[in-house]
């Protein structure tokens, strides 16, 4: 990119997003909803719960509910290799997001973020996605809003919010609140 490319990038709304690998896909998530990024520890499986829920960990004294994306978006392979886990919150309730590996964070425009394709919905229910983001190939060019540049990758922008407030994820993340507060205040009496 060149000075003047560079500044008007800067000059437009940008965020930052945190790129992971999937199942062999490239996903993001706005860096602003996050908390942190771990390297997987061992995690506790929890008993009659649904088979996304990854378990549980302790974080810093936090219990954190696991949430196993390959398994709630049906990708599921024979080897896990998960590697990271993105934490961050919903509600009172603090998640963490197995995935294979977190590979960069970057910069891009708003405007750069595009409805997401309908064809899309086939592997991810498609109130959890933002959209997609073409980055690569042809990348300085002006190009029609409407149409991806030829040679882009594509990141597929994911709504953490959307995909925690899942009614089986929040009802545990709930359960485990509950009960760590009830701990605490078990302790002090």
């Given amino acids: 990119m060149t000075?003047?490319?560079?500044?008007?990038?800067?000059?437009?709304?940008?965020?930052?997003?945190v790129v992971f690998e999937l199942h062999g896909e490239e996903y993001a998530v706005e860096i602003s909803e996050l908390q942190e990024i771990i390297l997987t520890p061992e995690v506790t499986p929890l008993p009659n719960v649904p088979n996304f829920i990854g378990g549980i960990i302790n974080l810093r004294g936090k219990m954190v509910v696991i949430v196993d994306l390959e398994k709630k978006f049906a990708l599921e392979s024979e080897v896990s290799k998960h590697?990271?886990?993105?934490?961050?919150?919903?509600g009172e309730n603090t998640f963490g997001i197995l995935v294979d590996k977190v590979t960069e964070i970057?910069?891009?425009?708003?405007?750069?973020?595009q409805p997401p394709p309908s064809v899309l919905a086939h592997k991810v229910?498609?109130?959890?996605?933002?959209?997609?983001?073409?980055?690569?190939?042809?990348?300085g060019d002006e190009t029609d809003s409407e149409k991806i540049p030829e040679g882009s990758r594509l990141l597929i922008l994911l709504n953490l919010t959307k995909i925690l407030e899942n009614d089986e994820i929040f009802e545990i993340g709930q359960q485990l609140a509950n009960e760590q507060t009830n701990t605490k205040e078990e302790e002090k009496n």
């Avoid at 990038?9 to 965020?15: F, P, Q, R």
């Fill in 83 to 90: 590697s990271h886990i993105i934490v961050t919150e919903s």
């Fill in 3 to 17: 000075e003047n490319q560079d500044q008007a990038v800067e000059s437009a709304e940008t965020i930052q997003v």
């Fill in 125 to 139: 229910n498609i109130d959890y996605l933002k959209g997609v983001i073409p980055i690569g190939a042809n990348e």
């Fill in 106 to 113: 970057i910069k891009v425009t708003q405007e750069k973020i």
